[in-house]
């Protein structure tokens, strides 16, 4: 069975200071990765996805994330964090396909809060 | 803009009251998914439809049933709705099938059950 962890309910940042949320994943096979942000009261949005080849993936906003094999990792990470960054994090996998839909296994979530 | 929208973005229904919740895209995305999210956990998928084709997670209670007329427009149908199902209720889109596709989220109907 796939699952992820992300090991912090909460992070905190200054506004100017890099970033990072934690992702570990466990699965079988190559895995595909993905990190979603939701803002209060709204769904899910789509950052950036890992499928295969170079393990730095850059995504919107500014965001980016590193697969780690070895470490089975898929941090992410921003160089200067905003105000506006502050939401909820999501990491999701899915194992390779096999036949289902694409069904996420989501973490459990990151509280990012940058201040001023 | 392509997009999933839903609607209402705010539901209050009575225990025990059916209650329908719609979603609509316009990506023409093949496959449609209902999540259920309660206080900022992670989504739980409820079923998807492929195409007409339609799948239900083993642990989604038979309280919950959905429709899905044409590619367009996919409903979740609440029977008898139980305080425990106050939540965020997700509709979600990818492509097709592979997991190589992200999804792309509605902004989420939050039902409120009295």
């Known amino acids: 069975a796939q699952s992820v962890a992300q090991p912090e309910d909460q992070v905190n940042v200054a506004e100017g200071n890099p970033l990072t949320v934690k992702c570990t994943y466990s699965?079988?096979?190559?895995?595909?990765l993905f990190w979603y942000v939701q803002y209060p009261n709204r769904g899910l949005q789509f950052l950036l996805k890992y499928i295969t080849g170079d393990n730095l993936v850059k995504g919107s906003y500014g965001f980016e994330a590193e697969f780690n094999k070895s470490q089975t990792s898929f941090h992410l990470k921003k160089p200067s964090a905003l105000v506006s960054d502050s939401a909820l994090y999501f990491c999701a996998v899915r194992a390779p396909d096999t036949g289902t839909a694409s069904k996420l296994t989501f973490g459990t979530g990151t509280r990012l809060q940058v201040t001023l | 803009d392509a997009m999933v929208i839903q609607n209402p973005r705010y539901q209050v229904t009575q225990f025990g009251k059916p209650v329908t919740l719609s979603c609509s895209q316009t990506?023409?995305?093949?496959?449609m998914y209902w999540y259920q999210q309660k206080s900022s956990q992670a989504p739980k998928l409820l079923f998807h439809y492929y195409d007409k084709d339609f799948n239900n997670e083993a642990d989604t209670p038979d309280n919950f049933q959905s429709r899905r007329p044409n590619t367009s427009f996919c409903f979740l149908d609440i029977r008898s709705p139980g305080l425990g199902d106050a939540a965020m209720y997700l509709c979600?889109?990818?492509?097709?099938?592979?997991?190589?596709?992200?999804?792309?989220f509605g902004p989420g109907t939050r039902l409120t059950v009295t």
């Open positions: 990506l023409n995305h093949n496959v």
């Open positions: 979600a889109t990818s492509r097709n099938l592979e997991g190589i596709y992200e999804q792309y």
């Open positions: 699965v079988s096979g190559n895995p595909y």
